[in-house]
Each structure stands twice: as C-alpha cells, then as structure tokens.
C-alpha cells in the first residue's frame, strides 16, 4: 500500500476516514446476515422500550399500594397481561423490569469485558511470568462453573444491582481474555509494530494505538454474546433471591411468581411474559453476536 | 516437526509420552482443586464485618450459640491459622457442620448426590447422544431447510432460561391448565410409600419433566458444536482422497469425517459441564428435586455459609475432575496428542 | 490402444469460474505426460475432473475416455468402481491428503478391501507389499502420518495409489514441499514404478524442470486451456508459446552466462478465472503482444511435429516434412514412440536441473536409437539459446521422448 502524501491532509483525519469506511464496509457485511439484522432489529425495540419506559408506564407501576388490579388476577380489561401478586399491572411491570435487566446485562458485560480485554492485552503485550500466572488463573476460570462462583459471590455480597453486576463480571471475563491475548499476540508479531518501537513508540503507545484498534472487533462480538449470558445470569440470581429485592426485574418476577403460588394455579400469564422478554433478548443478543463474528471472520461463514 | 517417527512413539502406541502426559495433567488439577480451596475460603470471609452475624441475622440466637457457631468457624483464631485448619478439614472430609440443619455438610451431601447424580447423568446421556446426532445431520444437510429449523430450534432453546422453562413446564404439563390434564408430579423425586420396581417407576415419573427440561436448553450446545466441527472437517482433503478411492459419500462421512469431527466435539462438551452444572441447580431448585442443586438454594436463602461452602467446592472440584478426565482420556483417541 | 483420451474438457465452479476451457489430452500406457502451469490454470481442477471428484454443482463438459469407455457419462457405481482401480491419484500435500487419526497402513489397505474385497489379512500383505515396494518397511503401515516424514508420507501417497493396480496416476505436484534430494528419489521411484507396471503417468507440477526431466510430453497450461504441447525435452528447451517460454525462462540453467542476463519472469498475476481477459488469455502479459490478440482467441496450431502451440505468432515451419495433415493434439502415439534427438548446435547449455546430474555436453547427447515410423529427419531449425527468443525458431526433434544419456543410475 502505497502511502502518498496528501498535502493538507492531518494523519489523524485520515485515521478516521479509514476508521469510518471500515465501519461503512463492516455494516455492508453484516447488512447480509438476515438473523443478524432480526437481532438487532429487536434489540433497537427492547432499548427503545426501556428507555420510554418512565414514559409509558412511570415509576409508579411497581408501587404495591394503590395498585390497580387484585392479586394473580387473570388478563382482562385493564390488565393485558393480568396482575402479578401484588395486584400490580404485569404488562408494565415487564416494561419497566426491562429498564433494570437490560441495564444490569450491559453493565456485567462492558465490566467483564473490560477486566478480560486489559488482561488480554497486557498479558500478550508484557509476556514474561506475569502472563504465565494471568494465563494459569484465566484457564482455571475457564474449567470453573461461573454460574456456582456468581452464586457464591452474590450470597456473601449485600443485596443489590451492583452485586450481581460485579457478580457476574467478575466470573465471566476469562473467555474475553484469553482470545484477546492471542489477538494481541498475532498483532504484535506484525512488522510494523517493531517499527513502531525502533521509532521510540513505549507500551503505553503500542498497546493503545496499535493493538487495541486491532483487537476492539473481536471485543465487539465477544461483548454481544457475553451480554446475552450475563442476561440470563442476571434473571437466574434475581430468580434465586440474591438479587435487590426493592428493583423489579424480570428475574424477580418470575421468583415473585413461584412464591406466590402462580405455578400450582396454573397462572402461566404471570409466568410467560418475563420469560419471553429474557429468551427474546438473550436470543437476540446472540444471533448480534454471531453475525458479528461471521463478518469478522469469514471462513466462520461456512459453519453458520 | 517429528521428523522421523521416534522410537517413542512407533506406531502410536502409548508409551513414555503419556504416563508424562498423564502427569502433567493430574499435577494441573491438583493445582485447580487447591485453587479453588483458596477461593472458597476467602469468598465466605469476604463478608463485611462477622459472618456468624451474618448467617444468623434476623434470628433469635443466643451468645452461647454464636459462641459456638464462631469458634466453629475459627474466627478467633489468626487468619493463617484458620486457612491451614480450613484445609486440614476439607481434605479429611470436613466441611462444617450445617447451620439450618445441624448436621455435617458432608452428610448432607452425600445424601443428595446419587439423586444428582441420576438426573445429571440420564439428561447428559441423552442431551449429549441427542446433540451429536442432530448436528451431524444438520451437517450432512448444511444450507437447507432441515438444518437451518435445527440450528435455529438450537439457537432459541438455548436461550431460554432453563427455569422459566422448567416452571411452564409444570405448569401445562403437571397442573394442566384448561383442559390438559396433569401428566406428571409438579416436584419431589418421589410420592413416597412405593417399593421395588413400583419405586423405580415412581422415581422414573418424577423423572421426566426435569430431564426434558434439562435435555432442551442443553442439547443445542452440543448440537451447534458438532455441527460446526464436521463442517470445518467436511473441507478436508483427505475426504477428497477417501472419495477417491471409490467410497460412498455416506461412508465417506461417517468413516472419515464424522470421527475426527467428534474429537473436538467431546472435549468442548466436556468444557461446557460448568454450564451443565448451573442447570442442574435451577432445574433442581424448580423441580425440587432433592438433589445437590436443590440443596444449595435451601443453603443460599438462609445464608447457611458452611453448606454454601461446602457446596461450592463440591461443584467446582466435579467439574475440574470430570474435565482432568477427558483430558486423559483423549490422547486415547486422538493420536496427535500427548503421546 | 490410448489409455486416456480427454475431448474437449470444460469444467465450471459453481460460482461461474470457467477453471477449464477445452483441454485435449492423450496418453497411452507406459507413457508420461507433464501437465505444467501457474497456479490457477486448472491443472488441479483438469486431475480432479478426471474422476469425478469436483464439487456437487461443477459443470463438467466434454468427453474423458478412460480405455474407451466416458467417465463423465458412467453411472455413479461404475465411476466408484473405476475409481483407484481404473485410475488414482497421487494429491499434493500429504499431509493434509491423509486421515491423521488412522494408520497409514489401514488407509492403504482400504481401497484393496474395497475394490478386491480382499480378506483383512490379504490386504495386510498387499499393504506389506505396496509399502516396500515404494522402498519403506512394511512395519511402516501402523504409524500414524504425523510420525513420517514428508518424503516417507510421499511414498505412502504413492503406495496407496498403486494398491489396485490402476491403469492411470495422476500424480499432482507430488514433489512440492519436499527437499531436493527427496525429490529426486521420489520422482526415480514414480519412474521405476511407472515402468515397471506399464501404467500411464500424468504428472502435474508447476516445475517445468521437474517435469522436463521425468515425462515424454509436457502439456503447457494457461487460464484453463493448453497454450503449448509436446516433447518434453523440446517444449522445455524451445518453446513456442510466449506463455512457455517464460515458464521455462524462469528457471535458472547454470552454467549459461547468457540466461544470467535474459529477461526472467512476467509481470502480472494470472487472470481470474471468473473474469478472464478478452481474446487471448495471456495477452496482456505477453511480451510479443500484437493488436489482434485481445481481440481474437487462439487455438492450437502445429509448431512442429507433434507440437501445438497457441500463439498467432506459431507457424509451421514451410519444410515442415510429412505430417499427415493436421496431427491430433497428443502425447505420444503408438509403442515404440519415437525418441528424440537431442538439439545440438554449437553452444549448447548444459542443463542442470533439479533432478538429474549435469547433461553432457552440446552434441554429445546420443539419440535413443529405435524406430521412428513416418518420422522425418531434423528439420532445419536453427539452434536456439536457452532464453533467447524469436519465432520460428524450432529445435528439431520428432516424437517425444527422453535421452537414454538423460537417464542418471
């Protein structure tokens, strides 16, 4: 590749058109992906959701006095969904438990990765017996059931969102890190880099500039599919009682359905809708996943 | 890399390499399990302030009892001292005494494991043999409409909360709703008063809902993995050799592709045991299968910190074996590898 | 009789690339043909067509007479049945051509148990004769192929591909990625064996020298047709076809301090084949390019006795001397081929190539002395200089064949 000199041009500007038309051409590429494009699709629907969510519905829907309907009621006028024990209005209350699920998935996701990505890169770029003792306990978490080390976690933690966030990012970023530690090491066994370091480039530079813009897309998929399990961990610790018990979540729905009694009654509307949103954004946060990783690598396209 | 074919290893016969292998593998669970004693011993001191408090809180106790819950603990002890006494006792089988229940951790465990091991084992069987065999088909039929309602039915049940599908399970199937009778017990393993084979059958009953659960959020792993792997393997040349040698395409796949494909199937399914693992303790749970899952969740909501600790080794230590085992055994297959 | 007769080939990826475009071939038992080229060209596609093996979806076109009878017309358990009995193939990378988890032994074998349904134990003693008949002991056969070495996998390649005793090798670039001297035993052993049990051998390779040295005729390929055809020792040393000649320009002679400072090697990369260059495929590479070239497309026409070439720029000598009309495109025809007579000429190259010692010097080559039915004396060629060019220039020669002096003990 030929490296004209564009008069006029800052090299930073011309970083970011390259950046920008990668991107154009990545979106290009996973435009093709028709399961990719439902997952997002109904992503942009959950967020859009949530974010109305004080909108639509108002904060006052998980308030227990005053509440509109008598308890496990069953679906009818007022109440599409029905009511959940304590007469509240399901429909928005799965609207409003959006709000925290979604937030609590993303925020364990983006800590989780964060954790494995800094690891990763600094484990391939450092090397020497720091990586050694990194890689050892990354393999040991691997082999371990997060979910039990999750469960440990939240049972001797106060009761709160932040728990379960640090809960579950703490237990899942091996996975992140060990993929982006052999990333970094094929990237810094590119030439350039050692340019880069003859030309007084320290590791703070290489590390920043050079690796991470390299290993950010399989950051990218790694987050979509770590956040649909972090999802999912998140409904079953709120389902198990480690979750806050004053936040409404979809998780905590569903245990609020099992002690009420709504599966001996046979209430599957208390049961079904916060189930449903939890699969269908699991779901839609893997087929994202996927796709992504389809795009970036595309002998996987085989396979899918 | 091997240049010529070392006296160690002529002819793949297991000799020097794998004993070493072997080693090498047990020295690294060894350095797991002691890992995981580690964990579990700092994770239930993590507790801000007395962890007695903590267990007991909101309950009537007198101070002779938090006396004694303490000194069980050994919290008055230095800490070095509670860590090797900690060990001394995990590694002769003492893991406390359970609070809710008074009894050893250890015997509460033992009671439950062979019910564990029962639904773990029957849903592994099947959900395993059920996977292998789906993908392979969805393989053989990549592209088409077959495959793509595989591995989309895959792709959906495995995000399914495992619980949820537990609950409406019961909920159609063993409440009924409308008109659908019940089929099955809503929980429990047994209906108790039963005999012999009436017993067996009775326990089989209990049985099926929450192995059906287990079975379907489980089997897509399994699926989209062989799936994945015979399809990389299915662009091999030596399929194009074996075809030319005048095999069927049939043969072709199931002599050459298919086991080669499985080997790193089975390693990935062991890998995914942890997974496993936390479905056993919701199925369990909704279930109440009166298994180590089901066991744990009484322990979480007390807190009863000894049996959560002892409940957790237990789980990560089953997993570490079951996985230091498959490492074991695939060098017996896969002659490439550690010998 | 011809043992392979290939009419016409065409064969087309599902995805439209045109990997062959009408390649006629002929080889009859006993014979050698080298079938050169870039990668690219369809040589692979041209040995996998031969039985069949291309992807589902391929369109395969034209007429692939295996003694007589139309592979490309058989019912699929006939082409199962002819498969490695009928004709095999030698794949490049052994490596990767192998079943890595099964002994070699049990991958030799199961083509005899499957084609003599032989008993286990015979096919263990076939296995043991194939397997030391290619020079390796017959305890070789319960490795495994990551325990051999490149050259001990070659041979169990070539052992495997006798194992039924076929008519026809195909043996695709069965030297790439092995060290010289391995080479050179693997190609003594390919020979010997061809010899010895009167099968035909279509050798692929992208080394012209390799194959000038082993075969009796060399088929050029370019872009899915052959440009150039003919002697071996003759398309090798004075090719006619631009395409060729490069080719065979590219490797060093040592020993000639002209070819030290000959224009070497083409610009460009070969075309797509899913988006080949109008008229002449190789126009707009060719150094000797004209006008009509990109416009018009070039068959094969006679640039001597038993030569083809596609070039505008070939034409046939005028004292061109009794050929029957137009000679069929061809490898060599009838026993007792007619060997070559070696060019000579003041200034002859010795040639040194990979896999034979140093040729003896200008002139003193002896002719293979035998029949040579209907063949005309030399023409009146003039020498050419290895390197140098000019059409019309034609080293004399009939038939195809190799020197005995060429042959090294």
């Keep these: 590749m030929t490296a004209g000199r564009t008069p006029g041009v800052r090299p930073r500007a011309l970083v970011w058109r390259r950046r920008r038309a990668s991107a154009a051409r990545f979106w290009r590429r996973y435009r093709a992906h028709r399961a990719g494009l439902l997952g997002l699709a109904t992503l942009a629907l959950f967020a859009l959701l949530a974010l109305a969510a004080p909108l639509l519905v108002g904060s006052d829907v998980a308030d227990v006095t005053d509440a509109p309907g008598s308890p496990l009621e069953g679906p009818g006028a007022g109440l599409p969904l029905g009511a959940d024990r304590f007469g509240r209005n399901l429909l928005g209350l799965v609207i409003w438990g959006a709000r925290v699920s979604l937030l609590v998935g993303l925020l364990a996701a983006v800590l989780s990765v964060t954790i494995g990505t800094v690891i990763g890169v600094t484990a391939g770029h450092f090397g020497g017996w720091y990586a050694t003792v990194l890689m050892r306990i990354t393999d040991w978490f691997l082999v371990m059931p997060t979910l039990v080390l999750a469960i440990a976690l939240a049972t001797v933690m106060s009761r709160s969102l932040l728990t379960i966030v640090v809960a579950i990012g703490v237990t899942t970023w091996p996975t992140t890190a060990r993929l982006v530690r052999a990333q970094t090491l094929a990237v810094e066994a590119r030439p350039y880099i050692e340019r880069a370091r003859a030309l007084g480039g320290g590791h703070w530079h290489i590390m920043s500039r050079h690796v991470l813009p390299n290993v950010t897309p399989l950051v990218l998929a790694q987050t979509t599919l770590i956040v649909s399990s972090a999802i999912l961990a998140e409904a079953t610790l709120a389902f ?35 189930g449903v949103a939890i699969a269908v954004v699991a779901l839609s946060f893997t087929l994202c996943g996927r796709a ?3 795009v970036l690598d595309p002998r996987l396209g085989v396979s899918r | 890399m091997t240049a010529d074919a070392t006296s160690a290893s002529v002819g793949g016969r297991l000799t020097t390499a794998y004993p070493r292998h072997v080693a090498g593998k047990v020295a690294g669970a060894a350095v797991s399990l002691l890992a995981v004693l580690v964990t579990g011993f700092f994770l239930f001191r993590m507790i801000p302030g007395d962890p007695v408090r903590f267990m007991t809180g909101g309950r009537p106790v007198s101070a002779g009892q938090l006396a004694t819950y303490r000194a069980e603990f050994g919290l008055d002890l230095p800490l070095w001292q509670q860590f090797t006494d900690y060990c001394g006792k995990a590694l002769t089988g003492d893991l406390g005494t359970s609070y809710q229940f008074n009894a050893p951790v250890v015997d509460k465990i033992t009671e439950a494991l062979p019910n564990t091991l029962l639904l773990t084992g029957t849903a592994f069987v099947i959900y395993t043999v059920l996977g292998i065999l789906l993908g392979t088909r969805s393989a053989w039929r990549h592209g088409r409409l077959g495959d793509r309602l595989n591995t989309g039915l895959a792709l959906v049940l495995y995000s399914l909360p495992s619980f949820w599908l537990g609950l409406l399970l019961i909920v159609t199937l063993s409440v009924g ?19 012999g084979l009436a017993y067996a059958v009775d326990v089989a009953h209990h049985l099926v809902l929450p192995v059906v659960t287990l079975v379907a959020v489980e089997y897509g792993q399994t699926l989209l993995v062989t799936r994945s792997a015979l399809l990389d393997e299915m662009g091999s040349d030596y399929l194009t050799t074996a075809r030319a040698k005048g095999l069927r395409d049939d043969l072709v796949r199931r002599r050459h592709a298919l086991p080669n494909a499985l080997l790193p199937t089975v390693t990935l399914i062991f890998i995914n045991l942890g997974r496993t693992v936390a479905g056993v303790i919701l199925v369990e749970t909704v279930f109440s299968w009166p298994g180590l899952g089901g066991l744990f969740y009484q322990a979480l909501s007390v807190p009863d910190l000894p049996l959560v600790q002892g409940l957790f080794l237990v789980f990560a230590a089953a997993v570490i074996l079951m ?17 | ?7 016409g080939l065409t064969v087309t990826y599902p995805g439209g690339a045109n990997a062959v475009r009408g390649v006629d071939l002929r080889l009859d038992a006993g014979r050698k043909l080298g079938v050169a080229g870039e990668s690219g060209c369809g040589k692979s596609t041209l040995a996998l067509a031969l039985l069949r093996l291309l992807p589902a979806g391929t369109r395969v076109g034209g007429e692939i007479l295996l003694d007589g009878e139309d592979v490309l017309a058989m019912k699929w358990g006939r082409v199962r049945a002819v498969r490695w009995a009928g004709a095999s193939i030698v794949f490049q990378g052994a490596m990767h051509s192998l079943n890595p988890v099964r002994r070699v032994g049990d991958q030799i074998a199961e083509p005899v148990l499957l084609h003599r349904r032989a008993t286990p134990a015979g096919a263990r003693r076939r296995t043991g004769e194939l397997l030391e008949q290619v020079g390796l002991p017959a305890a070789r056969g319960s490795a495994y192929p990551h ?11 070539i052992a495997m591909a006798l194992a039924c005793g076929p008519r026809l090798i195909v043996a695709d670039e069965p030297t790439t990625a092995l060290d010289v001297m391995i080479q050179a035993q693997i190609l003594r052993l390919i020979e010997r064996l061809v010899t010895d049990q009167d099968v035909g051998l279509i050798m692929i390779s992208h080394d012209l020298a390799v194959l000038a040295g082993t075969c009796d005729r060399l088929a050029v390929m370019y872009a899915g047709r052959v440009v150039e055809e003919g002697p071996a020792r003759q398309v090798y040393e004075a090719a006619r076809h631009p395409y060729a000649r490069a080719l065979s320009a590219a490797f060093p002679r040592i020993g000639d301090p002209a070819s030290r400072f000959a224009p070497r090697g083409l610009p460009g990369d070969p075309p797509d084949p899913s988006a080949l260059p109008s008229g002449c495929a190789f126009h707009p590479r060719c150094p000797v390019v004209l006008d009509s070239c990109a416009v018009q497309d070039q068959a094969l026409r006679p640039a001597g006795p038993h030569r083809h070439a596609a070039c505008v720029r070939v034409t046939p000598e005028p004292s061109d001397p009794g050929e029957p009309g137009y000679p069929p495109p061809a490898t060599s025809d009838g026993p007792g081929s007619p060997r070559s007579t070696p060019a000579e000429g003041p200034g002859s190259p010795p040639q040194l190539t990979m896999t034979r010692g140093p040729m003896p010097g200008a002139g ?5 002395p035998g029949p040579q039915p209907g063949a005309a004396a030399e023409g009146p060629g003039t020498r050419r200089h290895a390197g140098a060019d000019g059409p019309g220039a034609e080293a004399g020669g009939t038939g195809g064949g190799v020197e005995e002096g060429f042959r090294r003990p």
């Design chain 1, 240 to 274: 198990l009682g480690l979750g806050d018990p004053t936040v409404v979540s979809w998780g905590g729905l569903l245990q609020d359905a099992r002690e009420a009694g709504a599966v001996s009654a046979g209430h599957w509307w208390y049961l079904v809708p916060p």
């Design chain 1, 292 to 294: 992504v990783e389809s």
């Design chain 2, 177 to 195: 709703i409308g008109p659908l009778p019940g089929l099955f017990p809503t929980g429990g393993m047994e209906s108790g008063g039963k005999e």
């Design chain 3, 147 to 157: 325990e051999l070495s490149g050259g001990q996998r070659q041979r169990v390649m």
């Design chain 2, 323 to 339: 996985n230091t085992l498959a490492d074991l055994i695939y060098p017996l297959f896969d002659p490439r590898v550690g010998r």
């Design chain 3, 364 to 368: 003193a080559t002896p002719g293979e």
């Design chain 3, 1 to 7: 009789m011809t043992l392979l007769d290939v009419r």
